[in-house]
């Protein structure tokens, strides 16, 4: 399974703003996977062929530096994708004390 890209890493892979990235999906340029009602995830070899096509920022501007992915975000797309895994290795943990705990 292939590793889709995140927005912040779309904009930061070509020099944009995140805003731009949703520019360009307006646009049609690019097109993003949408999860839960947004625009979150992205094909690495579609943003490859955008990077000539897309003017980046300019050098002098200075953006607020905001987290990439703040850590309640992250715990959520874990437990929101890698659920059934997680649920299955407690279940197992779980048997496993079980069965060694009745002998």
Excluded at 87 to 92: A, D, G, Q
């Amino acid at each position: 399974m292939e590793k889709l890209w995140t927005t912040s890493e779309v904009a930061r892979h070509l020099n944009i703003n995140e805003t731009d990235v949703e520019q360009l999906i307006r646009d049609g340029k690019l097109i993003g996977y949408k999860l839960g009602g947004k625009f979150l995830r992205f094909r690495p070899e579609q943003v490859e062929g955008l990077k000539g096509l897309v003017k980046p920022r300019a050098q002098g501007t200075v953006e607020p530096q905001v987290p990439v992915e703040a850590l309640p975000h992250r715990v959520r797309d874990l437990l929101y994708f890698y659920d059934f895994y997680i649920l299955s290795f407690v279940l197992l943990v779980g048997l496993i004390l079980y069965f060694i705990a009745s002998g």
